[in-house]
């Protein structure tokens, strides 16, 4: 009976996904992946980019690629001009605001 019991334990725990950990997120407070997932959509789709641009896809948490490590440093600058955009009661800005769907902003030439 104990087997029985056991075995059917097992079987029903198998059926249940386990809750994966959010790893390596150093700039963006998420704690649910669909929450993570969706606010990724909205960067790739502002910069006009696929996940590998950033990401090594067989295992997002590495760190290998220098365009996550630039586009981290994007996200905390967007973090801080959107605090001080709040204090001053203005809309918020994200990665579409100098980007365009391009995966580097596109600047005027500079007149002399």
Same mark, same amino acid.
């Given at each position: 009976m104990k087997k029985i019991i056991f075995i059917l334990f097992l079987s029903v725990s198998f059926?249940?996904?386990?809750?994966?950990?959010? !790893?390596?997120?150093?700039?963006?407070?998420?704690?649910?992946? *669909?929450?993570?997932? %969706?606010?990724? &959509?909205? @960067?790739?789709?502002?910069?006009?980019? !696929?996940?590998?641009?950033?990401?090594?896809?067989?295992?997002? *948490?590495?760190?290998? %690629?220098?365009? &996550?490590? @630039?586009?981290?440093q994007m996200m905390t600058m967007t973090m801080s001009a959107n605090k001080i955009m709040n204090d001053l009661n203005f809309h918020e800005i994200s990665c579409w605001v100098c980007h365009r769907g391009n995966n580097h902003p596109e600047y005027s030439s500079k007149k002399k």
């Open positions: 059926g249940f996904p386990q809750k994966k950990e959010l !790893k390596n997120l150093k700039v963006l407070s998420y704690t649910k992946k *669909s929450d993570l997932v %969706k606010y990724m &959509k909205v @960067v790739s789709k502002d910069l006009g980019v !696929k996940c590998n641009f950033c990401h090594v896809t067989s295992d997002y *948490s590495i760190d290998k %690629k220098d365009n &996550k490590k @630039v586009a981290r």
